[in-house]
């Protein structure tokens, strides 16, 4: 096998760390958003406890060490270490546990790969209008200062945001993931925006405050598809396909790695739809300032997070009314011969993985990749003996090899998600991805390896022997 990182994906908060309100942790968004009536969450499900992590830490490091991996890439929680969201107020329990959970993973010989935010806003940012308020840029480009000083000798691998798709388009377009909001065609586009403002700023902190001293590497995660025309060769679904992956993956990753601004077929399809619905307050999607630090290069590698893969034609819904999905005029379709696991959402297909890689590659001039998150999922009854996520685990990592081997693509890393069954946001418990099972109906949060845990581990030790015996 190709010389490649196999690591081991856990947010370290949300979903596994529980202790939503312990040790002086302010709350954030999504406390606030499972707290609430009324809202999304399966069956009023929270993450207040789920895999209680921030007291079952050891625990979680024995699965850590079980699997063998060399590195984990985990979350911060910003309302943990700053409950007010500024360095105002510093909380130094929260301190206290990221150190140790640093020191811990280097002294088992893991390196830790640092998600500065993972969906979690404080929610007294919220208060101040979150995401959508242009000041949150600076707001958060301090935030991310402080974990660099704290954090950065110890920290050589950084994201600055995990999925801001997600974040925007669920969070601020769909209103189904926290904070709710369903301001349909404008408010996605601003938070994106004020999203990619902050990365930007925190890159270039880190680069001129940091870098030298610390030698470390900051990138953004997107998450993207893989797309490709439903019938291909069909002109509309081909530019219906462009047009799926513009406003998915290349929304986020053409600013930082093309030209500093936004795919301009993405650009003009938001002003072509304006115009047709007679919208006069401006253009919808922002517009950089050249008064700010710039986009183009503030990646220090590609951080991809792959699930599935859609065959793509035109839209067929939303005519008339502002959103997202209609300036996007795209609608993707799961291939009926792709197995579906788990959620509806997640067709299984292991070699879209590789024609993304490629894609990648050929589009943002061939960026070094970590696959930052890839993962398969279990509904219904536990099957601990999951046959379908080990083939999976084998399958997607000999595409990861084919690509690196003869496609040439410079993949450095691949983090599968995730260590443990965790709270699945708005699918509450119901969804399992963990290589370990954890029983949420027991206080003390078992973890028990399923099978591809146990394969997983395999395949990390058969890796090193590889190496071992390269060099």
């Known amino acids: 096998m190709p010389v490649i990182i196999l690591g081991g994906g856990g947010d370290y908060e949300i979903n596994l760390a529980g202790g939503w309100d312990a040790d002086d942790k302010g709350p954030s968004i999504w406390d606030t958003f499972c707290h609430e009536g009324g809202r999304l969450v399966l069956e009023g499900q929270s993450g207040d406890v789920t895999c209680n992590s921030y007291e079952l830490w050891e625990e ?46 280097l002294a088992s010989d893991v390196l830790p790969m640092v998600t500065l935010y993972h969906f979690d806003l404080p929610q007294a ?152 619905l007679g919208y006069q307050e401006g253009s919808r999607l922002p517009r950089f300032s050249k008064d700010e630090p710039s986009l183009l290069g503030t990646a220090d590698f590609f951080a991809l997070n792959y699930y599935t893969s859609r065959r793509v034609k035109p839209g067929e819904g939303c005519p008339g009314v502002l959103g997202l999905k209609s300036d996007q005029d795209a609608e993707g379709v799961v291939d009926p011969s792709w197995p579906v696991c788990g959620v509806s959402w997640l067709a299984v297909v292991p070699d879209g993985l590789r024609k993304l890689l490629m894609y990648v590659k050929d589009t943002f001039n061939n960026p070094a990749i970590y696959i930052t998150e890839n993962g398969f999922s279990q509904m219904g009854p536990v099957d601990m003996e999951d046959v379908q996520r080990c083939g999976f685990y084998h399958d997607i990592i000999q595409e990861v090899a084919r690509a690196l081997r003869e496609d040439g693509v410079d993949v450095r890393g691949y983090f599968a998600w995730s260590l443990l069954d965790n709270f699945e946001w708005a699918d509450g418990f119901s969804v399992r991805f963990g290589l370990f099972h954890v029983d949420f109906s027991r206080p003390e949060r078992p973890r028990t390896p399923y099978r591809s845990g146990r394969e997983y581990a395999g395949i990390i030790s058969k890796y090193r022997s590889q190496t071992r015996a390269n060099n």
């Open 60 to 105: 979680d490091l024995r699965c850590i060490r079980q699997l063998g991996l060399t590195h984990y890439r985990l979350s911060l929680s910003w309302s943990r270490l700053l409950p007010e969201g500024t360095t105002r107020h510093v909380n130094q329990k929260g301190l206290r546990y990221y150190n140790k959970v640093i020191n811990d993973l």
């Open 125 to 276: 940012l919220q208060d101040q209008g979150g995401w959508k308020s242009p000041e949150m840029a600076a707001i958060f480009d301090s935030y991310a200062r402080f974990c660099f000083e704290t954090f950065g000798d110890r920290v050589k691998l950084w994201i600055t945001l995990n999925e801001p798709y997600v974040c925007a388009k669920l969070g601020h377009e769909d209103g189904i993931f926290a904070p709710g909001v369903k301001e349909p065609g404008i408010a996605a586009y601003l938070v994106g925006h004020n999203m990619l403002r902050g990365h930007a700023r925190a890159w270039h902190s880190y680069n001129v405050l940091y870098r030298a001293k610390q030698g470390g590497s900051v990138s953004l995660a997107i998450n993207s598809d893989w797309a490709e025309p439903l019938d291909p060769a069909s002109p509309d679904d081909t530019a219906a396909t462009e047009r799926y992956l513009a406003f998915t993956l290349g929304w986020f990753a053409w600013p930082l790695f093309v030209t500093g601004d936004y795919p301009e077929v993405m650009r003009s399809s938001i002003e072509v739809r304006s115009k047709e």
